[in-house]
């Protein structure tokens, strides 16, 4: 067995792992790097990505290193975990690449990766397979003795699974990204009686999400988020204010959460914005949509422009759900708060964002200067009404317990912020450069 540590472990995001086994690769999320498509987008006009301006900023992972190695003519499949950009924002300009692989991913996780293939006009040659949660596969022009099982699991994001390729020689998980959440608000809990029978099994490596290793402190679930949301609601103090909240549009329970809330405010709930309706469309597509009758959506910019000149006049009618949360460019906030609406934020307004600042320079930034401008309005903001998706250091004891990887990389952020993870398991008798590395991007090991 061998790996090839593609993309995102130098980094968070464009992730991509590469496995080899026998003739037959396996690649494990195609993921975009976010600050590197933020300043694509400062550069050039809307919708102009494209592979090589992609690959030009390092928004997309450097599978160009497979090709160096002989591996790409080799690909049977391509494996994407969830539906965040950073592990399938990719597979848009990469997959192409290797046309005799399938895609494979859960229901919500495909229906997100044809939305923005229609976003961008694209067209790939890859077949799309679409599995269940908790389901082993096996894939088409492999060694019929090696298969895949996509494992249900929690995130901030619905449909999530962790990966086990089952191959002659031994078990490969990949947990991007990891969380366990015993109390979801929707859905179920994370399938530990699969993952403790995998871990008898044997796995012989096991690629996992470290972002938060250096956090004692589980991260609560979304029960927790709940809790905090309904306290930043009873503390909206104006009532004939506006009323707005942000969150990421992908975090489908975290917007079911809000619209139940919302119901009790009786405003109208309204959600702005072509993210928002990009994942709340494919959430409905599949089924998987509880609050789709309960909510209006508003996705063309003539629409949005023509209610926000009705907001203006009449700010006490509605609920606002929008983007914008990470103060990026062109977001429904970043407009607003540069006067580029119809709709102006005055004293008495209010503004929850129920996120958190993805940690990058970029964003920090970003956020720093939105939350000037709006509290220079007068907004009052309630921030940080979040939980975040990514496992501490409690879930990922509890996860080299179940799971029991022979061999373990971390990944999903900085060498710094990966550092902790190799700290960790030196509890569990892993030794540092003999079963627990530290990678690179582009970087191979082979386990014998």
């Known amino acids: 067995m061998e790996i090839c540590t593609v993309g ?15 003739e037959d690769v396996f690649l494990f999320d195609a993921g975009l790097y976010l600050p590197g498509v933020i300043e694509l987008q400062d550069r050039l006009e809307e919708n102009s990505y494209n592979e090589k301006n992609l690959r030009r ?15 790409s003519s080799k690909v049977r499949a391509i494996f994407i975990s969830h539906a965040h950009l950073d592990h399938v924002g990719g597979a848009p300009y990469v997959a192409h690449r290797y046309p005799n692989a399938t895609i494979f991913g859960t229901p919500f996780t495909m229906e997100v990766l044809r939305s923005l293939l229609d976003d ?18 096996k894939i088409e022009g492999a060694n019929p003795n090696i298969k895949v099982e996509f494992v249900h699991t929690t995130h901030s994001t619905i449909d999530c699974t962790f990966v086990a390729l089952h191959t002659p020689e031994g078990i490969f998980f990949y947990g991007l990204d990891m969380k366990f959440d015993n109390h979801p608000t929707l859905g179920r809990p994370p399938n530990y009686k699969r993952l403790k029978e995998l871990g008898e099994m044997g796995v012989k490596l096991a690629v996992v999400d470290s972002l938060y290793a250096s956090t004692e402190r589980k991260p609560g679930g979304e029960k927790v988020a709940l809790h905090l949301l309904e306290e930043a609601f009873s503390r909206v103090e104006n009532k004939n204010g506006a009323f707005f909240i942000t969150t990421f549009s992908s975090h489908i329970e975290r917007l079911n959460n809000i619209v139940n809330l919302g119901m009790r405010t009786n405003r109208e ?4 914005g072509r993210s928002l309706n990009k994942y709340v469309q494919a959430a409905i597509r599949v089924g998987k ?9 508003l996705r063309y910019r003539r629409q949005i422009n023509s209610f926000l000149t009705r907001l203006q006049k009449d700010r006490g009618k509605y609920l606002i759900v929008c983007t914008g949360h990470q103060g990026e ?36 930034e970003s956020r720093e200067k939105l939350d000037t401008k709006l509290r220079k309005a007068g907004v009052k903001l309630q921030i940080d009404v979040h939980v975040h998706g990514h496992g501490s250091r409690e879930d ?8 029991k990887p022979q061999n373990v990389i971390p990944a999903h952020g900085t060498v710094e912020q990966e550092q902790p993870f190799i700290d960790l398991a030196k509890e569990f008798n892993y030794k540092f450069e003999k079963t627990s590395f530290l990678a690179k991007n582009g970087q191979v090991f082979t386990f014998q």
Request: glycine share 8%; with cysteine.
């Open 8 to 22: 995102g472990f130098e980094e968070v995001g464009k992730n991509m792992t590469a496995v080899k086994v026998g």
């Open 57 to 71: 900023v390092g928004g997309i992972p450097n599978d160009k290193v497979l090709d160096e190695l002989g591996w």
């Open 120 to 137: 961008e006009s694209i067209s790939i040659p890859n077949k799309i397979k679409i599995v269940q949660p908790d389901s082993i596969s």
């Open 269 to 272: 709930i309204v959600f702005l």
């Open 289 to 297: 949509c509880p609050f789709k009758d309960k909510i209006k959506i």
């Open 329 to 364: 460019k062109d977001s429904m906030l970043d407009r607003i708060s540069k006067g580029t609406t119809e709709f102006q934020f005055k004293e008495g307004d209010n503004l929850i964002f129920s996120s958190s600042v993805i940690p990058t320079g970029i964003n920090i």
């Open 396 to 403: 990922l004891r509890e996860f080299l317990t179940l799971i």
